[in-house]
């Protein structure tokens, strides 16, 4: 059976349209919702007073009274987390509601001393959010998907989408299992040292419709929570996990019919294999949910290997069943849970050991003070304030790291023998543009971690002012903006130097650039000086 | 004021709450248990008999809200790796050891 993949929709030729002038289509539509968890780097931990920084300790060398369990102990919580929670749920256009409460989830497993997670119920931190992505982003480093590349072939325009929030909470990380045998016996081993870090979970809609889009949600997401400075989200470390939610529906129909319409009858045949559908809100009945996976390009092949499973499954009539999987990435294939299944009955109630927490106005909007300037933001004033495109702009923007480079070097003003950025203080009215500053960047004419922001303004400068005129026809040049400028002139001999600028300027332009400001200045100042008064 | 009777708790509910609390039941003890947990609840729904009309809902007994830490490390609290794993039937290496968790 052939898939071809487009746009993140599936589109299948079934093999029992067999009339040979009809070829019938069923399009499926993948539907996705993600949840990830991340872990904030506080200094302690959520609930109690040992370090968050867990990684990399010797085994149960991190562990207290509260975060084992013991008896007795009781959780104070950790008033930082639950800011940098809140913060997110900002940075993510959440409300903040002014009420909210911990809740015990209870389930036996042994990377859990208690045998309940304080986590949080009906009254999340944060609510009803959205993050929009731009759904071609020109960044591409997928190969194997031709959906980007067909879209920028076919709309070089940005394409925007919201994909909605729907909460972000609070919790506690688990213990972490090893897998062993000991004696000859198959055992678990068990390290309490993450037990109790703070683990923000984000959960978004079933808005997501591709594998792409996916990705493209979880770097934005990254480059929020990096900005922000609540976590390293460094998924090597396991410090950002994500689990995509995914199920299948059918589309539409199309059945392209050479000879008769006669095909009335077929279409209906091949509607039959589809997923039942729930009523209220047009969603599939059933969905998948993939476990734990700890990088971007794995989910984006658990979803793909999830979707290809399904449209599958959809085409012989069945549909796929409602189950937790986990994700093989030696084997790059998904496998079933059910073992997990038996446990979704969590028994939530209100957390007695953790009073509810409520927000004054004052507090939310002082949260709200304290986002800095998000990607979108910065994003939006490359573009207005640099002139650039928004490829430009995205390119410069996706590393925090890049963009700080680039505003360094926009900012320059004392490079020796080299103007600075036209239109800003090094500048002026002259110099480098600050295009030509991306351009360098974007194309990685010069490696940014090796040069620094003044040795690529000088590189710059160097290589594009080769092309110089010879020095009489810079004199002639001069001579020519000095006798159209004689109230500049005068205003330079009676003491006002930074005409010498504007002058400065005006030569640049009279030369279009043919020639650096250093020798612009110095032959400037001598004619200057020769000049007699007008 | 009347108070219902609860149904009998089936052993199917029983043994779906054993197995959220991780216990094997045999046989005979599921059936003996099937009583006692209706009696129990029946017991326990007489506190449905309060007139609660003037009492708003709450799940907090204190009163108190936003009680909060700093966020510092209180390293006097940690426990060293002996001190954690003292009290552990089986251990190795400095870790927890429990019957193999299958993921399948």
């Known amino acids: ?534 | 004021m009347k108070v219902a009777v609860i149904k009998i708790v089936t052993s199917s509910i029983i043994k779906h709450i054993a197995q959220l609390a991780n216990l094997d039941l045999s046989d005979e003890e599921l059936k003996s248990m099937s009583p006692q947990f209706s009696s129990i609840l029946n017991l326990v729904s007489k506190i449905k008999k309060l007139d609660t009309t003037n009492v708003s809902e709450t799940s907090q007994v204190t009163g108190q809200e936003n009680v909060f830490r700093e966020d510092e490390v209180d390293s006097k609290r940690i426990l060293t790796q002996e001190e954690a794993l003292s009290n552990a039937k089986n251990k190795h290496n400095g870790y927890f050891v429990v019957d193999a968790i299958f993921e399948e």
Not at chain 1, 486 to 491: E, F, K, Q, S, W
Request: charged letters at 25%; a positive charge.
């Open chain 1, 1 to 534: 059976m052939k898939g071809i993949l487009r746009f993140g929709r599936y589109q299948m030729v079934l093999p029992f349209a067999q009339n040979d002038n009809t070829i019938m289509y069923i399009n499926y539509e993948s539907i996705i919702g993600l949840e990830i968890h991340v872990e904030l780097k506080t200094k302690s931990k959520m609930f109690c007073g040992c370090y968050a920084d867990w990684f990399g300790k010797s085994p149960n060398s991190n562990t207290c009274p509260v975060c084992l369990g013991l008896p007795g102990a009781l959780p104070v919580t950790n008033k930082k987390a639950v800011e940098w929670c809140v913060l997110l749920g900002i940075a993510l256009n959440c409300e903040i509601p002014e009420f909210s409460k911990f809740d015990r989830k209870n389930y036996f497993y042994p990377d859990l001393a208690k045998g309940y997670q304080i986590s949080q119920y009906d009254k999340p931190f944060a609510i009803n959010g959205s993050l929009e992505i731009n759904t071609n982003q020109l960044i591409n480093q997928s190969t194997n998907k031709p959906i980007n590349a067909t879209m920028k072939q076919l709309n070089n325009e940005t394409m925007k989408k919201k994909i909605r929030i729907r909460r972000v909470h609070l919790e506690e990380d688990t213990g972490k299992l090893l897998h062993d045998v000991v004696g000859g016996k198959r055992v678990s081993l068990i390290d309490f040292n993450r037990s109790g870090v703070p683990l923000v979970e984000i959960v978004t809609e079933p808005d997501i419709r591709s594998s792409e889009e996916a990705r493209i949600f979880l770097k934005k997401l990254y480059q929020i929570i990096r900005c922000i400075g609540i976590s390293d989200a460094d998924m090597e470390k396991g410090s950002l996990r994500i689990e995509p939610n995914i199920s299948v529906r059918e589309t539409s129909l199309r059945a392209s019919v050479k000879q008769s319409l006669s095909a009335q009858t077929d279409i209906k045949i091949a509607t039959s294999p589809s997923a039942p559908r729930n009523d209220t809100n047009d969603l599939p009945s059933y969905k998948v949910e993939v476990k734990n996976i700890n990088s971007f390009s794995f989910t984006r092949k658990a979803i793909d290997f999830e979707i290809a499973r399904h449209i599958d499954l959809l085409n012989h009539g069945e549909t796929p069943i409602q189950e937790t999987r986990g994700w093989d990435e030696k084997k790059g294939i998904t496998y079933s849970q059910r073992s997990k299944e038996e446990a979704h009955d969590y028994r939530y109630f209100p957390e007695p050991d953790i009073p509810p927490i409520r927000w004054a106005e004052s507090q939310i909007s002082n949260f709200k003070l304290q986002i800095p300037e998000l990607p979108n933001v910065k994003l939006a004033r490359f573009m207005k304030d640099y002139q650039l495109s928004e490829y430009d702009a995205i390119i410069l923007t996706d590393e925090k790291e890049t963009a700080e480079y680039f505003e360094k070097t926009i900012s320059l003003k004392d490079t020796p023998g080299v103007a600075g950025v036209q239109g800003f203080p090094g500048g002026g009215e002259i110099g480098i543009i600050p295009k030509t500053i991306a351009n360098w960047i974007i194309n990685k004419k010069a490696d940014i971690n090796k040069v620094s922001p003044e040795k690529l303004l000088k590189l710059i400068a160097d290589q594009t002012q080769r092309s110089i005129i010879p020095d009489d026809e810079l004199e002639k040049v001069i001579k020519k903006i000095l006798l159209e400028n004689p109230r500049a002139m005068a205003d330079y001999k009676s003491g006002k130097e930074n005409v010498l600028m504007f002058l400065l300027g005006q030569v640049m332009r009279g030369v279009k650039g043919k020639s650096n400001a250093e020798d612009i200045k110095q032959k400037l100042k001598l004619l200057l000086n020769l000049y007699p008064d007008v």
